[in-house]
C-alpha cells in the first residue's frame, strides 16, 4: 500500500516536496495556516542558485515556468560606505548563474502545480503527537484532529513538528532586519535609486548596515540591519509606523541622505524581522514516521540559501520516498543524513556572511570575501 505524506507548511519547501510527491504518483496533502495564497504579501527578491533551488525547480518540473517570472538584470551588487561612496561595483553579467525572482511568483507557479484540493488552507496545526508505529495525531486551532501515515514538518521557524523530533529552540542573533518598500523609485525616490542601481546594494558599517534590492517594477525593497538586543526592538511600537521609523532613521544620523531615504522614504509601515537560528550541527535520532526540512530543520541567519535549501530539501525528499517504495524509513534516513551535512556546512557559512556583513571589519571583510583581495581596505 502506498503511504500518503502529510506536509505541514506550504512554504517553498513543502510545496516543492508536495509537486514532486505528486509527480511520482503519491498521494499528498498540505496543511496551510494562512488562510489562503494571497493572504500575506511573500516578501523579496530571492536569486535563485544553480546547484540547489534551480535543481530542485528542474526535479519539480518547473523549469520553464521558473525562467518565464526571472526579474532580468537583478544580479548587480554593489558595496557602498555609509557616505554614499562605492566601494565595490560589480555588474550584471549577464551569465545568468544567480537569477532573480519574486518569492510571491516562485510560491504561485509551485500552488499552480499542485491539483486543486492537495493544500487545505486556514488550518493551522497547534500540536502533534506521536500515536506509535510510525503514525502521529495532529490537533488544529479549531480543535479537529488528523492521523498521518508520514508526517514532514515545513512549517519554518517556530516549527509544531520539531518537538517530535528534537528539544532545538531558535536562538536570536543579536541581529534584526527591519523591512522598508519605496515604490516609483526612479520618479519619485530618483537619488535613493541611483544609489541602489540595478540590483543589489548594501552600505555597511560594523553592527548596522542598510540593504536594498531594485526589484521589478521599481521597487527599492530595504533590510535595515542592526545589530542590537531583542529587548531594544521589542521596546519599539512597530504598530505606530511613524514613530518606529523615525526610531530606526535616527541609529543612521549622519549617513547619506540618499541612503537614509530608503528609511525615511518608506511607503509601507516598517516590519520587525528577528534574525533567529538553530544550532549548525542540529540533527536528531530516527524517529519513525516523522521528518524535518526547510527552516524547520536548520534556520539559519539569512545569506541567500534558505529558501534555495528549502526548496532543494523539498525536492530530494521527495525524490528518496519515490526510490524507496515500501521502506520509508529508508527513505526518511538517506533523505536526513545528507540534509544534516548540507545543512551544517550552510548554517555555519551563514553566521560567517552576518560577521562579514556587521561585524568588526565590515564592510572590508566582505569586500575581500566577494573579491578574494585585500583591496577593500585600500578603497
Ligand atoms: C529577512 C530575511 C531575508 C531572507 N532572504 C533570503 C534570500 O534572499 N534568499 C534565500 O534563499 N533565503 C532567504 N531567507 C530565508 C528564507 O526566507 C527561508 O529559509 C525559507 O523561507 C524557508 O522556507 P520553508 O519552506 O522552510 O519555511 P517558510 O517559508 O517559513 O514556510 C513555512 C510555512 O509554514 C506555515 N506554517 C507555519 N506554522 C504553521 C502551523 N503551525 N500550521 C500550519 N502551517 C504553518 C507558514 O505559514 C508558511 O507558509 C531570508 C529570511 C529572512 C528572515
Sequence with gaps: MTT??????????????????????????????????????QGGQLDIHEHNGQRALEAAGLGSEFRSIIHHGGEASRILDQHGTVLLDEPDD???????????????ILIDSLPDGTIRWGRKVTSAASLGAGRHALTFADGATVTTDLLVGADGAWSKIRPLLSDAKPRYVGTSFVETYLYDADERHPAAAAAVGSGAMS???????????????????????????????????FADAAAATARIAAEFDGWATELRALITDGEAPPTLRMIHTLPNEHRWDRVRGVTLLGDAAHLMPPSGEGANLAMFDGAELGSAIAAHPGDIEAALDAFEEAMFARSASEAADAHVILDLCLGDRAPFGL???????REGERA
Excluded: C, M
Design 203 to 237: 552600505a555597511l558599517t560594523p553592527g548596522k548596515g542598510i540593504a536594498a534590492h531594485r526589484e521589478a517594477n521599481g521597487v527599492l525593497h530595504t533590510y535595515v540591519e542592526l545589530s542590537r538586543p531583542a529587548e531594544w526592538f521589542t521596546a519599539i511600537d
Design 4 to 41: 500518503s505524506v502529510t506536509i505541514v507548511g506550504a512554504g517553498l519547501g513543502g510545496l516543492t516536496l508536495a509537486r514532486v510527491l505528486g509527480l511520482h504518483g503519491i498521494p499528498v496533502t498540505v496543511y496551510e495556516a494562512d488562510p489562503s495564497a494571497q493572504a500575506r504579501t
Design 367 to 373: 569586500i575581500e570575501f566577494l573579491t578574494g583581495t
Design 94 to 108: 549577464g551569465v545568468g548563474h544567480r537569477p532573480e525572482v519574486l518569492r510571491g511568483d516562485l510560491r504561485r
